[in-house]
């Protein structure tokens, strides 16, 4: 991504931190990066709307780098997982931006999140498919059924945790045991 | 009575009127014929026109009621009637399952009948459909973070007592959780793979991954979690 795209991007999620989506204006990105808004308009002709969806694409894949971290240094399967979700639900309820958005003008976020959404569970799939089958799926289960059903309760879990109390190591351990790995993956050890 | 102010929220500047269903959305029966004629009228109109375009006079004609009859019945007007209309709506999808929950004779039939019968009742729901087509904005409000929480609590609360046929209430109570959750991600977003509508497709779903998981869940429940072989166990850092 150049550095123009770069930088008003980066000058677009300040706006939206401090103003919210809605009052957010191109003219309010020109100046904070401090640039003309030509300059913006010939690097995003889609205008506001498309500054706003390329922010939120690039603050997705920023969390998925620092996701990707996160995780490395796993024992194993199970415990990647865990390390994941605990990240993942840690990150949305510390993001001051995505939850004041949420709270105050949720419809203007949800729409590009949905879309957002099924190219984040797809990427998910990808991403866990060969560590699925090499951690070994259980009899006659289907690697891109099993990828497909974990990613879309990994999103499930962390977008809204229900019951489970996610920043607990136990609840976590049990939630990835019972409800995302019990069918999918063969036994941890033998009955 | 259900349609309770306490089930709208509005949404910032633009006067979005949105609507979360009330916990206390389950007695269908609460409602007076004459309401449940407002409401279906209305339903109607917003299978058709969605929200934007519904205004009182477009649901009192199509109801047959006056203008006045309409007030009456709704004294907030436009807003508590679409807050009645979810709260009806929710109480009818539980009703519904709770009919083949109930007639279930074992735990993967009662799984399998309330997720096909839910997944069912959202493709089908048209005025759900409208809105999901035309005003994505309203729905997707609730169908995210704190909202999902809500609605997985209400499915929860609602759907557990039948599955404890089968198992301890604190198991019940979660996986009828994990069953809400399982209807809601396919219905927001279908796969092409998996179809919860058709019986078989939702029963290998709940044989491949649900039983399973709801051994786990007793298992844990009846004592320390499994540990592998190679981790040395619990009550280590998560770092």
């Given at each position: 991504m150049d550095d123009v795209r770069q930088r008003i991007i980066e000058a677009s999620y300040v706006c939206v931190a401090r103003r919210g989506v809605a009052k957010t204006t191109v003219e309010d990105m020109a100046r904070e990066a401090g640039m003309s808004r030509a300059t913006i308009y010939r690097a995003f002709p889609g205008g506001r709307d498309e500054v706003i969806n390329a922010t939120v694409a690039w603050a997705t894949l920023d969390f998925f780098g620092k996701l990707y971290e996160r995780i490395?240094?796993?024992?194993?399967f199970e415990e990647m997982m865990e390390r994941g979700i605990m990240f993942a639900h840690q990150s949305i309820i510390e993001h001051d931006v995505l939850q004041r958005v949420m709270e105050t003008e949720p419809d203007k976020l949800l729409p590009i999140l949905t879309v957002e959404s099924n190219r984040i569970r797809e990427g998910i799939a990808a991403v866990l498919a060969p560590y699925l089958t090499e951690r070994g799926l259980a009899p006659g289960v289907d690697p891109d059924d099993a990828a497909d059903f974990l990613a879309r309760m990994v999103l499930s879990y962390i977008s809204a945790p229900g019951r489970w109390d996610l920043e607990d190591p136990e609840q976590v351990a049990r939630l990835v045991r019972s409800e995302l790995l019990a069918g999918v993956v063969v036994p941890a050890r033998p009955r | 009575m259900s349609g309770a102010p306490g089930a709208l929220r509005v949404l910032g500047d633009d006067k979005v009127v949105a609507f979360a269903p009330s916990a206390?959305?389950?007695?269908?029966?609460?409602?007076?014929p004459q309401r449940v004629r407002i409401i279906d009228g209305t339903l109607a109109c917003l299978a058709r026109?969605?929200?934007?375009?519904?205004t009182v006079d477009d649901i009192a004609r199509q109801s047959g009621v006056s203008r006045a009859t309409v007030y009456r019945a709704f004294p907030g007007g436009r807003d508590e009637i679409l807050g009645a209309v979810v709260d009806t709506e929710v109480a009818r999808l539980f009703s519904a399952l709770g009919v083949c929950l109930g007639s279930a004779e074992e735990l993967s039939q009662a799984l399998v009948a309330g997720i096909v019968e839910a997944s069912v009742r959202l493709r089908d729901h048209t005025a759900l459909h409208f809105l999901v087509e035309h005003e994505p904005g309203i729905i997707l409000g609730h169908l995210a973070f704190a909202d999902s929480d809500r609605l997985l609590a209400i499915a929860s609360r609602f759907t557990a007592p039948f599955l404890a046929r089968w198992m301890a209430p604190a198991e019940a109570a979660r996986v009828a959780e994990w069953a809400a959750r399982i209807v809601l991600s396919y219905a927001v977003s279908p796969s092409p793979r998996t179809d919860l509508c058709d019986p078989a497709q939702a029963t290998r779903l709940v044989h491949t991954f649900m039983l399973p998981g709801i051994e786990a869940l007793q298992a844990a429940a009846a004592g320390p979690i499994d540990i592998t072989p190679h981790r040395p166990g619990l009550g280590r850092s998560p770092n």
């Open positions: 490395q240094g796993s024992g194993d | 206390d959305a389950v007695h269908p029966d609460s409602e007076s026109h969605g929200t934007a375009k519904t």
